[in-house]
Nanobody
Framework: QVQLVESGGGLVQAGGSLRLSCAAS????????MGWYRQAPGKQRELVAA???????NYADSVKGRFTISRDNAKNTVDLQLNSLKPEDTAVYYC??????????????????WGQGTQVTVSS
């Protein structure tokens, strides 16, 4: 089992920045990729960004150029830097971990473990 704990959400004005962090513990040897998903009220959970243990990344088109995912394999953490935030970025953000070894997983079913989520609210 892998446990994921997110931190860093909050309320910010449009144009502002936040940094989300996720700490992994447990059977982390089984993990390759880690990602951030988000879910807004009434919408499906969607991939925001993902990163493999080798550093390959994948971003949703809506966040490219604004968000940056990074990973510290030694500390078993993955961070998401959110810049130039927009009201439409408001959602619960979830950290996720995947044991998929080929490519950068971008489908929900490819992720085996999930954090509890952290709320990001962007005011206009």
């Amino acid at each position: 089992q892998v446990q994921l704990v997110e931190s860093g959400g909050g309320l910010v004005q449009a144009g502002g920045s936040l940094r989300l962090s996720c700490a992994a513990s447990g059977s982390i040897f089984s993990i390759n990729a880690m990602g951030w998903y988000r879910q807004a009220p009434g919408k499906q959970r969607e991939l925001v960004a993902a990163i493999t243990s080798g550093g390959s990344t994948n971003y949703a088109d809506s966040v490219k150029g604004r968000f940056t995912i990074s990973r510290d394999n030694a500390k078993n953490t993955v961070d998401l830097q959110l810049n130039s935030l927009k009201p439409e970025d408001t959602a619960v953000y979830y950290c996720a971990a995947s044991s998929v070894v080929a490519g950068t997983p971008n489908r929900i079913f490819q992720y085996d473990y999930w954090g509890q989520g952290t709320q990001v609210t962007v005011s206009s």
